[in-house]
């Protein structure tokens, strides 16, 4: 029986994550992290690498963290995981071990993108059966918001600023989840805290199946994203509404749309309340905005054209 | 917080105590603080999920309050409630520190 | 009566292995540890031991499954050799600073550039600060017993310290010698079950592994690694101790040969001690006082105890096989501050031989003990530091 995702019920479950964890205020990666453990209703074991989420929950003598979890490094996330469940089914298989435990990573994406992606690929075509979550927020925010591949198109980062001859990130973001797609896995998966039903029903159909999963959730920063402490839902909802992070599944390397906005909005309305894309209104940098927009309609087309128009909206 | 005075036999990169970070008020952090206005909520605990700060206090399927140890008074329980026909139920006011 | 066997270097120490059957091995293949790791592989695939194989993508990420897994609570062996070795050096002090008793046999080789796969102790030497604990032998002999002795000092309750088994490769883990094996049952016996700490797989006793710790605990923390190092001399002694009770091999923290009463000496690591011993039988003949010490445990370091088995040569000449740049070699340096609170401080001369493989002769170790036996009659100057066998 996998747990009720009604809020009511949930409200009842034990917080895997303590209070006292010294995230900033309003931080998305929080909200993810006590969503992903409230869907969850195993005895699970959570890894992370260097980052914002690990140093904030874990300062000596203090964790946050009431489930085992260990850190280890920056860019080997998914390989320590990897370690910890290899030891599971040796010590499981030599009898030292009985309960049924699962793994999850929950990595940033500078730890997933950039410097963690060879361990990732490699723990993933291994096969270990973990649950691996990117909580991107879009740059090195641990460090001070520098650029990484997940940064969006035109966004400026402390090394990516906004400047008089380069407007912000020329590059556009790496498309991971189309990445782990092609290592051939169970289930891959796009969701935002904004729609937590999505979200959590993802986690537990993430969590039902055997072999390595990944999981790509949106994560607002408002330090990094230059916005408010109270908007990390209101932004994931925008980047929802304006198919800026569409919510899909593959299932077996299928595409599903999870979730069609009810009023596609333009990209405009989630970049203008962003500091990082505050450049972008000026006349001469308009050009990135409508670049930016073309590239989400091409692709948000492209998800339809092929077939992965949502089955069953859920209302949130 | 005083941290322990590390030696040769407790020298392991390990903390045995699950979720001893609740021993660190973050209240403290906080300028803004919510206010709830119990006529106006309809307890859909949209605030409680989304607190990233486990500072909702919920009993029974009803807001009771704020863990004001912990919450660092972000606004987003206040910015999210939806209360009832129009008038949220949780508002963020200036704190008065004594 | 003994039963001796012809095998090569990485055939024994995949021996080791097997006998040991660790719940977790975690490996990539790098050339001379490859064919060690594919023996270890053979017997996985024809079932002679039923650990966890994971054949991972790089060195980075197999010394990250060993963390991963040792904390998971069971005990982790891995192998690696020059590059492979250089690309965990990041995770090598990870593994030490989380008390991580991982097991490795480095089977040595140069760095590279230029690429070169042939042995020298750079490898090894670039990680002597790792935390890890070094033992280092002559032979496959030395490096199978070694390899079983260290899951024994790595594992003691007072130490859980990473160990690494170094062996010099090519010339050891290619080349067929002579040794003995011990029988499995003897092997798994003293060897033992692992008893695991702050396990992460304990579920009923959730800890957090790897906290971020700032400047109140750092310094503190890293000196009571120093403190757990070292009372592994002590430990290393007891675990050879009963290693001699089953094998009737004696190991001591270094080996001294012809020593006592020797007035000039070398001071060696590893493969080429064989050579030199030959040759210091030759140079008795002709009456030569000369002896030779060869380091076991070069981490932590027994300054004292070499101190005393050195201090009464005249002239002592210290053979690297690894450099650094503009200074002394590693083992010199550690030869030389044995020797430096002494009253009598011998004359020490570094010579650095066989790098990338380079061939050490018998004819090389003869030049070395003339040049001694003129610093002990004439005191010429010498180049403190300079390199042998060097192309005319
Ligand atoms: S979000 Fe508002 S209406 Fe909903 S439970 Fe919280 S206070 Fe009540
Ligand atoms: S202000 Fe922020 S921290 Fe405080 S209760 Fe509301 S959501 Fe939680």
Not at chain 1, 79 to 91: C, K, P
Not at chain 1, 179 to 205: E, F, G, T
Not at chain 1, 223 to 228: D, H, M, N, P, V
Not at chain 3, 53 to 69: K, N, W, Y
Request: aromatic share 8%; with cysteine.
């Amino acid at each position: 029986m996998t747990t009720s995702l009604k809020l009511k019920d949930l409200s009842k479950k034990e917080m895997l994550l303590a209070p006292g964890h010294r995230m900033c205020q309003g931080c998305g990666a929080a909200i993810v992290v006590k969503m992903v453990l409230l869907a969850i209703d195993k005895p699970v074991v959570a890894c992370s690498p260097t980052g914002c989420l690990e140093v904030t929950t874990c300062i000596s003598d203090y964790t946050a963290w009431k489930i085992p979890w260990i850190h280890s490094a920056f860019e080997n996330a998914a390989a320590t995981m990897a370690g910890v469940e290899t030891m599971y089914r040796a010590l499981k298989k030599r009898g030292k071990i009985s309960q049924d435990i699962s793994f999850v990573v929950f990595a940033g994406d500078g730890g997933t993108y950039d410097i963690g992606l060879q361990s990732l690929s490699g723990a993933m075509e291994r096969g270990h059966d973990m649950l691996y979550i990117c909580y991107d927020n879009g740059a090195y925010m641990n460090t001070g918001t520098q650029r990484s591949g997940a940064t969006p198109f035109g966004a400026s980062t402390t090394t990516s600023p906004a400047g008089s001859s380069v407007p912000g990130k020329m590059q556009h973001r790496k498309d991971i989840t189309r990445i782990m797609a092609a290592h051939n896995i169970p289930y891959v998966a796009q969701a935002s805290p904004s729609h937590h039903l999505d979200l959590m029903r993802k986690i537990q159909k993430a969590m039902s199946i055997s072999g390595p999963k990944f999981i790509n959730i949106l994560s607002p920063c408002h330090r990094g994203w230059r916005s408010k402490s109270d908007d990390a839902i209101a932004l994931s909802r925008l980047a929802v509404n304006t198919c800026y992070w569409p919510l899909f599944e593959m299932d077996n390397g299928k595409t599903q749309l999870t979730h069609t906005p009810k009023e596609k909005l333009p990209l405009k309305d989630f970049l203008r309340p962003q500091g990082r894309f505050a450049h972008l209104f000026r006349p001469e940098n308009e050009w990135i905005i409508e670049q930016s927009q073309t590239q989400i309609d091409a692709d948000w087309n492209a998800m339809i054209g092929a077939g992965a128009g949502a089955s069953g909206v859920i209302e949130e | 917080m005083k941290t322990k005075l590390i030696n040769q036999s407790n020298c392991r990169p390990v903390i045995t105590e699950p979720g001893n970070s609740a021993l660190l008020k973050t209240g403290t952090w906080r300028t803004l603080e919510p206010v709830l206005n119990k006529e106006h909520c309809i307890n859909c605990l949209l605030c409680w999920l989304y607190c990233p700060d486990m500072s909702v206090i919920v009993r029974d399927g009803k807001v009771e309050g704020f863990d004001m140890d912990y919450c660092k008074g972000c606004g987003i329980c206040a910015l999210e409630c939806h209360g009832k026909k129009g008038e949220k139920a949780i508002l963020m006011r200036k704190e008065e520190k004594e | 009566m003994k039963k001796m066997t012809a095998v090569t270097g990485n055939e024994a120490l995949a021996e080791a292995l097997r006998q040991i059957n660790p719940d977790v091995c975690a490996a990539y293949p790098i050339t001379p540890q490859t064919d060690m790791m594919q023996r270890f592989s053979d017997f996985v695939a024809d079932g002679l031991v039923d650990t966890e194989l994971m054949l991972v993508e790089s060195e980075h990420s197999a010394m990250s499954a060993c963390i991963g897994a040792s904390a998971g609570g069971g005990r982790v062996a891995t192998a690696t050799s020059g590059p492979g070795l250089a690309l965990m050096w990041e995770m090598l002090y990870v593994a030490s600073g989380m008390r991580c008793p991982i097991v490795m046999p480095v089977i040595n080789r140069a760095l590279s550039a230029p690429l070169n796969i042939h042995c020298d102790h750079s490898d090894a030497m670039g990680a002597r600060d790792s935390g890890w604990i070094q033992l280092w032998s002559e032979n496959a002999q030395e490096a199978y017993d070694n390899l079983i002795m260290a899951f024994r000092i790595a594992e003691h309750a007072d130490i859980r310290l990473p160990v690494m088994v170094c062996m010099d490769g090519f010339i050891i883990s290619h080349s067929l010698g002579v040794m003995e094996f011990l029988a499995d049952d003897v092997v798994r016996k003293f060897v033992g079950d692992f008893t695991p700490q702050d396990a992460l797989l304990d579920i009923g006793r959730p800890v957090s592994y790897g906290p971020l710790i700032v400047t109140d605990q750092y310094h503190e923390y890293k000196k009571a690694q120093n403190d757990i190092m070292s009372s592994v001399f002590d430990v290393a002694a007891d675990v050879a101790t009963a290693f001699e009770n089953i094998s009737g091999r004696h190991y001591g923290l270094f080996e001294t040969y012809k020593l006592e009463d020797a007035e000039i000496g070398i001071v060696v690591l590893n493969s080429a001690a064989g050579t030199c011993k030959d040759m210091i039988d030759e140079a008795r003949e002709d009456g030569v006082k000369i002896g030779l010490l060869k380091p076991r445990l070069f981490r932590p370091f027994p300054y004292g105890p070499i101190g005393d088995a050195l201090e009464h040569l005249k002239v002592i000449c210290v053979l690297d096989r690894s450099d650094s740049f503009g200074a002394f070699a590693p083992l010199f340096s550690e030869i030389a501050a044995s020797l430096y609170p002494r009253a009598n401080r011998p004359f020490l001369i570094n010579r650095i031989y066989g790098l990338g493989g380079r061939d050490f002769m018998p004819e090389h170790v003869a030049s070395v003990i003339n040049e001694m036996i003129e610093i002990t009659g004439h005191k010429t100057t010498v180049l403190p530091k300079k390199y042998i066998s060097l192309r005319q």
